[in-house]
T-cell receptor, first 116, second 113 residues
């Protein structure tokens, strides 16, 4: 079974609108972390945001926020006020276990296209 | 500034040849990872290391090997390249700590003909 599931292969959004990219995860470990990375067409992988399993508040980084619903095992990325430069592949990832001895696993990604 | 570099950026080789992809980081991170990226599969883990002399197999390790003789380098070797190993390869590192976010290299596009 996949540990990280991204069900949206592609998403389209109008510039300046908000968009939510879905991510569900599967783990029995009480200690885990969830990440989102962005991969623009240039190919590099860019870290966006992190949420720890014990964090009470949803993580936010500028226009990015992570909607963490622990009971539902979901970690959706919300991008507010989309910009043309947000067009990219977005990957959800998880690390299980305590620091120093974990394996980070990735979902298959969602392609986001922002229309002017 | 600290960084993680991969070389070469592009490589074309023939089936059956041995190929080594280099990964060098100056973050002084203990953790290093090799992934391959293929359309429809996202990033899949090949090998990883938590420190010098430590190496572990990932999800898709068949046909690949790594060695870790120092903190900075984790070279990935394809023992006998196959066309199925045509892919984009990413090296990443992280420090042991709270989030342990990954710092990625720029990737190596490998074509096996």
């Amino acid at each position: 079974a996949q540990k990280i599931t991204q069900t949206q292969p592609g998403m389209f959004v109008q510039e300046k609108e908000a968009v939510t990219l879905d991510c569900t995860y599967d783990t029995s470990d009480p200690s885990y972390g969830l990440f989102w990375y962005k991969q623009p067409s240039s190919g590099e992988m860019i870290f966006l945001i992190y949420q720890g399993s014990y964090d009470q508040q949803n993580a936010t980084e500028g226009r990015y926020s992570l909607n963490f619903q622990k009971a539902r095992k979901s970690a959706n990325l919300v991008i507010s006020a989309s910009q043309l430069g947000d067009s990219a592949m977005y990957f959800c990832a998880m690390r299980e276990g305590a620091g120093g001895s974990y394996i980070p696993t990735f979902g298959r990604g969602t392609s986001l296209i922002v229309h002017p | 500034d600290a960084e993680i570099t991969q070389s070469p950026r592009h490589k074309i080789t023939e089936t059956g040849r041995q190929v080594t992809l280099a990964c060098h980081q100056t973050w002084n991170h203990n953790n290093m990872f090799w992934y391959r990226q293929d359309l429809g599969h996202g990033l899949r883990l090949i090998h990883y290391s938590y420190g010098v002399q430590d190496t572990n197999k990932g999800e898709v390790s068949d046909g690949y090997s790594v060695s870790r003789s120092n903190t900075e380098d984790l070279p990935l070797t394809l023992e006998s390249a196959a066309s199925s190993q045509t892919s984009v390869y990413f090296c990443a590192s992280s420090e042991t700590g709270d989030s342990e976010k990954l710092f990625f290299g720029s990737g190596t596009q490998l074509s096996v003909l």
